[in-house]
């Protein structure tokens, strides 16, 4: 039986392409990017060349990025790291209800550890956020905003643009978490007004271990640790020369193809969704357009989560139910709680804790870009069968 990987958003697989370009840099060249030697001259010289490529796909300087270990690091380096460095101006800060658990725990880690005064705005029944209720949260003490570009859940798209024009207009940082939209979409620091930007190789193409945080020139950060003056003395460590150097390839690859991958998987999840929809009762989550092309998220209010997954997963479906980060877990969704979408219902002789009722079953499927017409319908058949036989009779 043919396995189908449907959950890019977690993580890709490498591009055979990204890994030709790091293979030297993992084999034979060999060098700190810090030593004043030959390999480590060489090993500087891959790093800053990559910094290029990459500050030129942003429309950004070389100097505006910071390299990283991942998306993780990136978002707890602008949420921590911009909030503590100007402290002085205010103590409050914004987060979609809707983030990443690296903006949410690093917000709430400012309240617990710091004092800072964080608002969790709600998101809209569609899964987005409204500049107007941004407005209306604002304060004279807010110093940060921080609203992802799409969730990783439901790919749906933020207005970045509104909520960053909202926050240049009263001179307020604005960082977005685009480690979904990268690879996929037009990332537009410039456009957006943003004062940082977040993205990991791992999500298009590119190796783990290695992320950037765009930071606009001028903007102090605060270290959130402590070893040395990598990174213009932004973020301490030892650079991950293969990583970087895949990262840059990787980023170049997806930003050439992301208009012609992008519409091909749009029209490979509404297919997927005109198949599926006739197994109600089935929900949506999300705006049906205003989203990322390679994911489809939704839920079966009648049926258990973690077995219909497990049953998916032995049907050859490689899916899951949201956030990668939740370590194997089915847990509550708080993107869908957010919207408004995690209502728990009865299903019959399910007994949980909390009695019968249980969270709806919810699978996000978010495609590469190896899937035919003919591979939706094959999925969407081993869906239906899958369902018909979780349903009670």
């Not at 990017?33 to 480590?40: N, V």
């Not at 380096?77 to 914004?94: N, S």
């Not at 977040?198 to 606009?216: N, Q, V, W």
Request: hydrophobic share 40%; glycine share 8%; charged share 20%.
């Amino acid at each position: 039986m043919k396995r189908y990987y449907l959950d890019h958003n977690a993580t890709t697989p490498l591009d055979e392409r990204v890994r030709v370009v790091m293979e030297p840099y993992q084999r034979g060249l060999v060098g700190n990017p810090s030593s004043l030697h030959a390999e480590g001259r060489r090993a500087r010289g891959a790093v800053d060349i990559a910094r290029d490529q990459v500050a030129a796909l942003l429309g950004a300087k070389p100097s505006e990025i910071i390299f990283t270990s991942g998306g993780t690091e990136s978002c707890n380096l602008a949420v921590q790291g911009l909030a503590l460095a100007h402290r002085a101006r205010g103590q409050h800060v914004i987060v979609s209800a809707g983030e990443h658990h690296a903006v949410l725990h690093a917000a709430q880690a400012l309240q617990q550890r710091h004092g800072f005064d964080v608002t969790f705005l709600p998101l809209q029944p569609d899964g987005r956020t409204d500049p107007d209720e941004l407005r209306r949260a604002l304060r004279d003490d807010t110093v940060l905003v921080s609203v992802m570009t799409a969730n990783n859940e439901t790919g749906v798209k933020s207005p970045v643009t509104a909520i960053g024009e909202i926050c240049a207009d009263r001179s307020i940082l604005f960082h977005t978490d685009a480690v979904q939209s990268a690879g996929k979409e037009p990332l537009r620091a410039q456009a957006w007004h943003v004062s940082a930007l977040s993205l990991t190789a791992h999500k298009f193409g590119g190796p783990h271990g290695a992320g950037l945080l765009y930071l606009h020139a001028g903007i102090p950060v605060a270290r959130l640790m402590e070893g040395g003056a990598h990174e213009n003395e932004r973020r301490p460590g030892t650079e991950n020369v293969a990583a970087i150097v895949g990262l840059a390839k990787a980023l170049e690859f997806a930003t050439a193809e992301s208009d012609a991958h992008n519409a091909a998987a749009f029209a490979l999840t509404e297919q997927l969704w005109q198949e599926l929809a006739p197994l109600a009762p089935i929900r949506r989550n999300g705006h049906p357009t205003e989203r990322l092309g390679n994911t489809l998220n939704v839920s079966f209010p009648d049926l258990h989560p973690e077995e219909f997954l497990i049953a998916l997963d032995l049907a050859g479906l490689s899916v899951s139910s949201g956030s990668a980060c939740l370590v194997g877990s089915v847990q509550t969704s708080h993107v869908l709680q957010a919207m408004g979408n995690a209502t728990l219902h009865p299903v019959e002789g399910r007994e949980t804790t909390r009695g019968t009722d249980v969270m709806p079953a919810t699978v996000r499927f978010s495609i590469g870009h190896d899937l035919s017409p003919a591979d939706i319908t094959e999925i969407a058949t081993r869906v239906r069968t899958v369902v018909s036989h979780q349903r009670p009779a």
